[in-house]
């Protein structure tokens, strides 16, 4: 059968050694609570039917606890047939997690360690799952059947059980309690009160409260041993006849000067009422949990020892009573379970108190039990002995020296929870003080009356506040108590027996203090660099402690080295467990206990972390460490100890400033004392060179950064004798803020160091944790919790590998900017690989690009401030949010040093902030709510007044964050808003500004950079409130709301209408904004009123905050539904109306607003929610038809994502794409309806589609068609970021960006249109080869942006499809199905019809195929498809790693040139059978793709077989010409073959560079040499964005910068050009030092200045996209490739030097691939194609006069020369000689960059001066190319002349880019003057190479610059021609 009965009995038949069977006992129960329900209804014995019902509930309770037995031994047995102990085969694996389930929650009650660890190995993960450890599951499942209050003769031995297997044993009268032996059973009984206890605490957290006060009131695993009944907590401390306990009880339940009943505050805290209705579930957790160790069981163990005295006296039974007390006091402990390798459990009762105590007050040391405990046990021990000896009277004297010593810990924990309620102002130590105070007054009152009062009156909780409010007098009268009762002062922790709060603590430790009288200036700290104020050479010293646990023999040494040391004045764990009480309000240290804490506490509601306290993480951590390793233990006392402490000696110094009447203390000096000290300093050090950091004054960088600020405080501490001004306080803030973002680079170039250095990977695995511990704080800091838990649980849940490098690293880089940090101050490793990612310094908002990027990043990390306060709010620190929202910390305005200060989110509420306050909404806000309305929400949350009195910490978390979104944020935004509109007039720049500050305060730092924000919702700011509710909503679109994408348009159409300088169209948009806005907030406000919401009471308060947010746009537009709202939301704390209810009043309401004609004009209630009874319409739809049902037959959906072969499985789908493949249809309907002459139905076909449907997300037909002229029609938009697509467009424009007359940007439309106008038969051919074939390249690009998505949250959208919900195996699918399409056979050409059919077509004249086979082409291209779409699998959509997405992009660059194979070979065909239509459609189809090759013979193929009808032809030569272009793209004539009439000649055999022979691997050298192709198409697609895509330039710019970042072969990224920018093997180059110098220390300096011009920062700002582009490519062509040419060729000086002569001659090819590139040519000489210097030195030779005869630049003749002579000094090992060679070389490469520079200066001076004057004909500026080669060569000017490099630089350099309208910037002369003097200390540089410019020479002697030149038109193409060519 299926019953249970059934289920169990064959449980049953798998065990033996039953006590009984389960079925038995079940039914004999059921048939008891039969018979006890009749009797209850009629009680034969007269009881009371409570009192049956009482029983009956035992039967029901003993009912399900034998209904476990089943459940377990299904579990036991199905956990050891997946561990291989059954004889036959089975796979039980689903079935045993099925069993865990069902059995782990039982086991979570009373022990949750044991169950995290079985729910880890046996569910979370299973598919890990080790059967070497079953043993010890089953040991400790075993141990554990308590908590399921079954046993194990109810469980039986399993059948499969051998000798190996553990035995079940029942617990015994042995089993000891915390080190006491009990002499009878009942203590098991008492201590089975934990799991009643564990239970309850479970329930108030669950907040099923009712559940949890049954188990109080009647029990639950206590067993009555004479009933059916169980023994509740409520009744155990109730005394039963015996005098003295009675009087004791009656003073807690009848005081006589109270009417209070102290035993109610157990009860109250259970059910959360009384002075429990205002605390959380977790507070009221924490309460119950105290109150029942204080109070319950602490009168049921009075009770017990007394009457254990009582019965020994008498002769009676006293050890039942006796062991009964020690249960009580110590609970489950370790010592309850026999076996010694079982886990303790977490314990709720006095024992555990004061163990916590002793810990918190640090009263005991290092695995040192409390001395409290001890005491208490050894009396317990002594008691029993002498009542076992009848010694009675005796044993009294240990009773009472145990209720002494049980008073020593109520006083310590009254003490403790006082005063950290008073300084915290934490809510939960006031409660737990409230209950330490009504556990411990009774027992005071017949001691000390007075005392009692004392207590009482200063401790105090109520229904809506809890308050202790004078400290000193609570612990003077637990003083009074102390002396009075006779208390041993030796025990307490606290400061009580002294009569004040003053805890002794590393604040206020006397030999700690700086001895501020004995700084003589003697003493300084980092090698001089600080002089501290005052004397901190003992701190100091700390270094001999650190360098003795670094420098250990051993692990023991480390640890009593940490714990013991004292040299400095306190050990470093004194440090670590002191920081709770000194950083108790500090940030930095609560942010990290946020952090890291992995639990809460439920008996104390404190955070824990590795089961103890979190705020002692740091020595919880190291201990772990100087267990594991010396080394590791070593790490971690700088990295988390030191470290921190740094931190909060930073912010004492701040905090001793602002005091008016603190003098110096030395705080700061202590900061730079432990820095040094703490080997901070060295680590830093260490690691600088590590990521190519060089010195700077003695320091790495970071340590510079560092020493320079803490100097710079210093001198305001001083200047202001630490008695700072409001200004002071700022700059030191600061100062601050900036050294502990440097100090947090230091921790993650140690966490990156731990990763890619070079330690064993065990060694690597543990240093991993460890920093992981240190860093990921800091993301948490940033608000991103979800990358920090991701990242956790990788790195120490699952243990660190290899492969997690590069998702990592992405994480931490993206989050520097959050930091205070960027790339180059982290620095790259040296130790990287390809795994490294790039790192970049992107300052977009959720992909809006600011303007002034740098001031705008500074704004919208605003929100980080209400991240901190997020989390200062949910750890119960309110009076540390506030200081962040009144004083601020992430904010502060550096753009302009002379007013910069903190901003803060008060400051956002103050109509001051900005001073405009002028618009529409702020009036409306200001008349409904008043002027301070935002911030009297947020602060009466956070200080728990007004309408949040009564409210949880939990709920007034959540109000604020609501506030600062729906409020602050969104008034603020609107200010900025305004303002941008009221100023755009008279100030551009203003306007840019402030709009640019709208959009940081909508959208915050926490949303990212990428398009759409953040993919996990964590935002704060107003753009979040969309995206958290819209999948409420069913309104998220792509992974964003709605309303922010409507929203985000209208800012992106905001700023470029600022840039047009359109002022009445801003204006527009602004209300367009301001409309947008409206939505999220009634969204909000409908949220928080659903019903399924307002049942959750911790958004009851932030319902009412979205209502006050939202109500004054509700009132304006009718405010009677508005009043109704608002009355009825802000009744929260009332609970009057049932969450139905107020959810129909609430929608009602909105439905009267919506109804409002106003309402229309204002917001769109679609828009908001598609609720019909909100946005009710009567009107009669558009096409007249009445409402109601149509009758209208559905559509067959599909299964988007079922997979599906195409053409009978030549490639399998992932994804359904029948729909795209049956395009083909289209193609055969229209190739026939041309050859039936029925060209009208073919242009149909073609324009409108007929075969190819489009559905929806759901499958669903959208009755639209595709059709082949919108994929060219549509292209512009879809294909706009596409490098293939760009290609072809620059490619076939003329100089009117047309093809054919038409937009070239749709050429394949044109050229089609064209020929199905002229009725050419051949048009279906031009579809397949031109429209369709770029469709697929299109799809094969979509899938690499889709695969970006996971790692780049700007999201994005592909043909109107959302990235981020979209597989990128489907767009492989999809470039799949356009290449082959339907009724495709295997290797044919006649059966199919579109790309694969064309390749088979021409695959048997190109090939030799067997029969039935397929062309190789074909096969490859398959097999590209298949690797495509089984890495994005086997990456779970390109997620497991960054370097996904760029291994598939890589595999996406070799599919596109074989995409070309089968074009190129039907052009060769056609060319060869002379078919002038087919020509022209093949060169159509494929020789765009070669337009970044040489440009000459690109240029001369396009006018001859595109441009022109091909009439006759040397069809050898055009052969030639093409097949010279192959390598450009990487094919070979043998991949694409020829025509058994012709020969291919490629040259690719040739190892030739411009004539110059190298000897290396030519393919080595062609990667190198092609960077030129990669900087020619940077160019096309920035021209294209200028010219074709004027709208969306900046898209664009982005697409140059991904090729700039990868290269056009991502594998291979250390050939990327930015690779090459930010190479750090330069520093090889002697002249590199000088380059870095010149640029700040800026290793990276061209990638820097690159970056900024792709993204449009720093300088570029307010550049011209012109402008932008040609500096990019100069100083690509240029600057870029002058260094690495140097770097190549100084690394194969060093290469020979080290005898490895191979590897120096790669080297020195590559260098000279650099130089000249592969544009060049392998020619003499080269062509004019090329871009690099080689080719600079040609064209400047003609205006310097430095040509040959053979019309070749003098100077690259001799470096070629030079070259030739490296080789041969490399052959014969001649090292030294090549070093002097290699430096000629370089000194000549400098000059064609002079030359450039002077050519520039003078055209600019000559175009400055024809604008000025009259002339007609204008010539051309070259100002971004002087700026760019001016920066290439400045540095070594500066070094030989620094006024000459001064002057050069202030013409072409310092105004750019308005260096047009400057009249500095066009001083030629200044610059030939300079150049001239710097040449002469040029060592090594001839001046007679230069040559001479306009007759002016550059050698002494020659003729002098002409200060005035002549404006005269003239003809200048020489610099124009490197721009446009």
């Not at 002028?918 to 002027?931: A, I």
């Not at 959810?1143 to 009602?1148: M, R, W």
């Not at 009725?1319 to 770029?1334: F, G, K, L, R, Y």
């Not at 175009?1807 to 700026?1827: A, L, M």
Request: glycine share 6%; aromatic share 8%; proline share 3%.
């Amino acid at each position: 059968g299926w019953s249970l009965y059934s289920w169990a009995k064959k449980a049953e038949e798998e065990y033996i050694g039953q006590s009984t069977g389960v079925n038995d006992d079940i039914i004999d129960l059921l048939e008891n609570m039969q018979r006890a329900f009749n009797d209850c209804r009629a009680p034969s014995d007269g009881a009371p039917q409570e009192t049956r019902g009482i029983e009956m509930k035992g039967m029901a309770d003993e009912i399900a606890r034998m209904m476990t037995v089943p459940l377990v031994q299904h579990f036991i047995h199905n956990l050891a047939e997946e561990s291989g102990m059954a004889t036959e085969e089975s796979d039980e694996r689903n079935r045993m997690v099925l069993y865990a389930l069902g059995v782990l929650p039982f086991i979570s009650i009373c022990d949750e360690d044991s169950y995290d660890d079985l729910y880890y190995d046996l569910v979370s993960n299973i598919d890990s799952y080790d059967s070497g450890d079953f043993i010890d599951h089953i040991k400790t499942i075993y141990s554990r059947l308590e908590c399921l209050g079954i046993t194990c003769d109810m469980v039986g031995e399993s059948i499969l059980a051998s000798e190996n297997w553990p035995k079940c044993k029942p617990p015994s009268s042995t089993t000891e309690i915390a080190g006491y032996s009990p002499t009878t059973d009942s203590s098991l009984q008492m201590l089975k009160f934990d799991l009643d206890i564990g239970t309850i605490l479970a329930f108030i957290v669950m907040e099923a409260n009712q559940a949890a006060l049954d188990i109080y009131e009647n029990g639950r695993n206590v067993k009555d041993e004479y009933t059916y009944t169980y023994v509740p907590l409520n009744v155990v401390k109730e005394p039963q006849d015996n005098q003295e306990s009675i009087e004791v009880y009656q003073a807690f339940t009848n005081p006589t000067n109270s009417d209070v009943d102290y035993t109610l505050v157990t009860k109250n805290a259970i059910l959360g009422k009384e002075e429990f209705l205002w605390s959380s579930p977790l507070q009221n957790s924490a309460a119950a949990s105290l109150a029942i160790a204080t109070i319950d069981m602490h009168l049921s163990m009075l009770d017990d020892m007394k009457w254990a005295i009582i019965n020994c006296r008498s002769g009676g039974n006293w050890a039942d009573n006796w062991d009964s007390a020690v249960a009580a006091m110590v609970g489950w402990t370790v010592e309850a379970i026999e076996d010694d390798e079982v886990t303790g459990v977490d314990d709720y009762l006095l024992f555990q108190l004061a163990e916590e105590l002793c810990v918190n007050f640090e009263t005991c040391g290092v695995d040192e039990p409390s001395p409290i405990n001890v005491r208490i046990i050894g009396q317990f021990m002594v008691g029993r002995d002498r009542m076992a000896n009848s010694q009675c009277d005796e044993a009294e004297y240990s009773v009472t020296a145990i209720e002494k010593d049980l008073q020593a810990t109520l006083v310590d924990n009254l003490a403790y929870h006082t005063k950290l309620a008073a300084s915290d102002q934490a809510d939960t130590h006031c409660l737990m003080a409230y209950v330490a105070r009504n556990a411990l007054v009774p027992l005071m009152r017949s001691v000390n009356e007075t005392s009692a009062k004392t207590i009482e009156d200063h401790v105090v909780a109520s229904a809506i506040d809890c308050v202790v409010d004078d400290v000193e007098a609570v612990y003077q009268a637990l003083h009074e108590h102390v002396i009075a009762k006779g208390i041993d002062c030796t025990l307490l922790g606290s400061s009580v027996c002294d009569g004040t709060s003053t805890t002794v603590d590393l604040e206020n430790n006397s030999e700690y203090t700086p001895n501020i009288d004995d700084a003589d200036g003697k003493y300084t700290i980092f090698s001089g660099e600080y002089e501290p104020m005052t004397n901190v050479e003992r701190l100091h010293s700390v270094s001999t402690v650190v360098n003795a646990i670094c420098d250990a023999d051993d692990k023991e040494v480390a640890k009593n080295t940490y714990l013991t040391a004292e040299t400095a004045g306190l050990s470093i764990k004194s440090m670590s467990i002191s920081a709770k009480y000194a950083m108790a309000d500090e940030l930095q240290y609560n942010q990290y206990v946020y952090a890291l804490q992995d639990s809460v506490d439920k008996t104390d509601g404190s955070l824990s972390f590795d089961g103890k306290p979190a705020g002692d993480y740091a020595d919880t951590i190291s201990i772990d460490a100087l267990d594991t390793s010396v080394l590791l233990g070593c790490s971690s006392v700088k990295v988390l100890n030191i470290w921190m402490w740094t931190v909060h000696k930073l912010n004492d110094a701040i905090n001793a400033c602002k005091d008016p009447v603190t003098p110096v203390t030395g705080e700061l000096d202590e900061a730079a004392a432990l820095w040094d000290g703490g080997l901070l300093f060295d680590m830093a050090e260490q690691l600088g060179p590590k990521f190519g950091q060089v010195q700077v004054d003695s320091m790495t960088p970071l340590n510079r950064n560092i020493v320079d600020r803490l100097n710079k405080a210093r001198e305001i501490i001083l200047k202001s004798d630490n008695k700072c001004d409001y200004i002071e306080v700022h700059d030191l803030r600061i100062i601050v803020k900036e050294t502990v973002s440097y100090m947090t680079a230091v921790l993650i170039q140690s966490f990156i160091d731990s990763m890619l250095g070079e330690s064993p990977i065990r060694e690597k695995q543990e240093m991993v944790e460890l920093m992981s511990f240190v860093v990921l704080p800091h993301i948490k800091t940033c608000g991103h919790e979800a990358a920090s838990e991701k990242l956790y649980n990788d790195l120490v849940g699952g243990g660190f590998e290899e492969h997690m490098i590069s998702d990592t690293l992405s994480v931490l880089q993206s989050h520097y900017n959050c930091l205070g940090l960027s790339c180059d101050e982290i620095g790259r490793h040296t130790a990287t690989s390809s795994a490294h990612p790039l790192c970049s310094d992107n300052h977009d908002i959720a992909g809006y690009t600011p303007i002034n990027a740098t001031k705008t990043n500074m704004l919208a990390k605003l929100d980080l401030d209400a991240v901190a306060i997020h989390q200062m709010m949910s750890m119960e620190k309110s009076e540390v949010a506030k200081r962040i929202y009144f004083e601020g910390h992430n904010y502060y305005d550096y753009d302009n040093q002379a007013d910069y200060s903190f901003v803060s989110l008060h400051n956002l509420t103050q109509s001051h902030t900005i001073e405009f306050t002028d618009f529409e909404m702020y009036q409306l806000y200001s008349e409904n709510l008043g002027e301070d309305f935002g911030n009297s929400l947020v602060v009466d949350a956070m200080d728990r007044r007004g309408i949040f009195r009564e409210t949880t910490a939990a709920q007034r978390d959540l109000a604020v964050n609501v506030a600062i979104s729906s409020i602050v944020s969104y008034m603020s935004a609107l200010e900025a808003l305004y303002l941008s509109v009221s100023v755009c007039e008279s100030n551009q720049i203003e306007s840019a500004t402030a709009f640019d500050g709208a959009v940081a305060l909508l959208i915050g730092s926490v949303e990212g950079r990428g398009l759409g924000g953040n993919v996990y919702q964590e935002g704060r700011m107003f753009y979040s409130i969309g995206k958290r509710t819209c999948n409420h909503f069913r309104t998220c679109r792509g992974g964003d709301a709605e309303a922010n994408v409507e929203l985000f348009s209208a800012l992106k159409e905001g700023q470029d209408l600022i840039q047009q300088g359109d002022c009445g169209e801003l204006a527009d948009v602004a209300q367009t904004i301001n409309a947008v806005l409206k939505v999220p907030l009634m969204q909000s406000l409908l949220y928080f009123s659903d019903k399924t919401i307002l049942e959750q009471s911790d958004d009851d308060a932030a319902g009412y905050v979205a209502t006050m947010a939202v109500y004054p746009i509700l009132a304006d537009i009718d405010p009677i539904p508005a009043n109704t709202i608002k009355s009825n939301m802000e009744d929260f704390r009332l609970s009057l109306m049932d969450s139905e209810a107020l959810e129909d009043t609430v929608h009602g309401a909105l439905s009267d607003v919506f109804s409002n004609p106003k309402t229309s004009t204002i917001v769109d209630c679609l828009l908001v929610t598609n609720l019909d009874e909100i946005c009710s319409s009567d009107e009669t739809p558009d096409d007249g038809t009445p409402n109601g049902p149509v009758d209208i037959k559905p559509e067959i959906p599909v299964s988007p994502e079922e997979p599906m072969p195409i053409s009978n499985g030549l490639y399998v789908a992932t994804n359904y794409v029948g729909d795209r493949s049956a395009i083909s249809l289209d193609v055969q309907e229209i190739r026939e309806r041309m050859k039936a002459k029925k060209f009208k139905r073919a242009k149909e076909y073609y324009n409108e589609g007929e075969n190819s449907k489009i559905y929806d997300e759901n499958g669903i037909p959208t009755g639209e068609l595709r059709s082949i002229a919108g994929f060219s029609t549509e292209s512009s938009v879809t294909m706009r970021s596409d490098p293939t697509y760009n290609l072809f467009v620059y490619g076939l424009s003329d100089e009117k960006q047309e093809f054919l007359g038409r937009p070239a940007t749709k050429y394949a439309d044109s050229f089609i249109s064209d020929l199905l106008f002229l009725e050419a038969p051949e048009a279906p051919d031009a579809m397949i080869a031109i429209t369709i074939w770029m469709q697929v390249a299109h799809s094969l690009h979509s899938a690499h942006h889709a695969c970006k998505i996971p790692f780049l949250t700007d999201g994005g959208t592909v043909d109107g499809r959302h990235l981020q919900n979209i597989d990128p195996a489907l767009f492989i699918d999809e470039a799949a199905a356009y290449w082959i399409g339907d009724n495709q056979a295997t290797g044919s050409s006649s059966r199919g019809h579109l790309l694969y059919a064309l390749t088979e077509e021409m695959g048997g004249k190109f090939e030799q195929i067997p029969d039935g086979a397929e062309s190789n082409i074909n096969a490859q291209i398959i097999e590209g498809f298949n690797k495509a779409k089984n890495h994005i699998a086997i990456s779970r959509g390109c997620s497991t790693s960054k370097n996904s997405q760029l291994k598939l992009k890589g595999i996406i660059d070799e599919l596109i040139p074989l995409m070309a194979v089968p074009l190129l070979r039907h052009l060769l065909h056609h060319l060869s059978t002379d078919n002038p239509v087919m020509v022209k459609i093949f060169a159509t189809a494929v020789l765009p793709l070669f337009s970044a090759c040489s440009s000459s013979t690109y240029r001369e193929l396009k006018d001859l077989l595109i441009d022109h009808d091909v009439i006759e032809m040397q069809k050898e030569y055009i052969f030639s010409k093409i097949q010279s272009l192959y390598s450009c793209l990487g094919l070979t004539c043998d991949l694409v073959g020829h025509m058994e009439q012709e020969e291919c000649d490629d040259s690719s055999d040739l190892k030739s560079l411009a004539g110059y022979r190298y000897v290396s691997d030519q393919q080595t050298v062609n990667k190198a040499s092609q960077i030129d192709i990669d900087m020619r198409k940077v160019e096309i697609f920035i021209q294209n964005g200028m010219t074709q895509f004027k709208g969306s330039q900046e898209i664009l710019f982005g697409t140059a910068f991904g090729l700039y970042n990868y290269g056009q072969h991502s594998q291979y990224t250390e050939y990327s050009l930015s690779s090459m920018a930010r190479d750090t093997n330069r520093n090889i180059v002697p002249s590199f030092v000088s380059f870095r110098r010149y640029f700040g220390s800026d290793a990276n300096y061209v990638d820097t200045m690159l970056v900024n011009a792709f993204q449009k920062e720093g300088v570029f700002q307010l550049a011209s996209a012109d402008q932008r582009k040609r500096f990019i490519v100069f100083s690509l062509n240029y600057m870029l490739t002058y260094m690495t040419t140097l770097e190549k060729l100084y690394s194969s000086v060093r290469s020979c030097k080290y005898d490895d002569r191979k590897e120096a001659a790669v080297n020195l090819d590559l260098a000279a691939g650099y130089f000249v590139g592969s544009l060049e040519g392998k020619e003499d000489g080269g062509s004019f194609d090329g871009s690099l210097i080689f080719m600079l030195a040609k064209r400047m030779c003609v205006h310097f006069g430095t040509c040959t005869s053979s019309n070749h630049a003098r100077i690259n003749e001799r470096i070629i020369s030079l070259f030739y002579t490296s080789q041969g000094e490399i052959e014969t090992g001649a090292c030294e000689s090549l070093e002097r060679t290699v430096k000629e070389i370089e000194n000549s490469m400098i000059v064609p960059m002079i030359q450039g520079v002077l050519y520039s200066a003078r055209e600019n001076e000559i175009y400055y001066k024809q604008r000025q004057g009259t002339t007609k004909s204008i010539g051309t500026e070259f100002y971004p190319e002087g700026f760019a080669l001016a920066q290439s060569i400045l540095p070594i000017i500066e070094d030989a002349d620094t006024n000459a490099a001064k002057e050069i630089a202030a013409v072409m350099v310092d105004s750019f880019p308005f260096s047009s309208t400057d009249v500095a910037s066009n001083d030629s002369a200044k610059v030939h003057r300079a150049v001239r003097t710097a040449l002469i200390k040029l060592d090594g540089v001839d001046c007679s190479q230069i040559g001479s410019l306009g007759g002016q020479g550059f050698c002494p002697g020659d003729a002098a610059p002409i200060d005035n030149l002549s404006p005269a038109s003239h003809t200048s193409t020489s610099l124009v021609l490197l721009v446009i060519t």
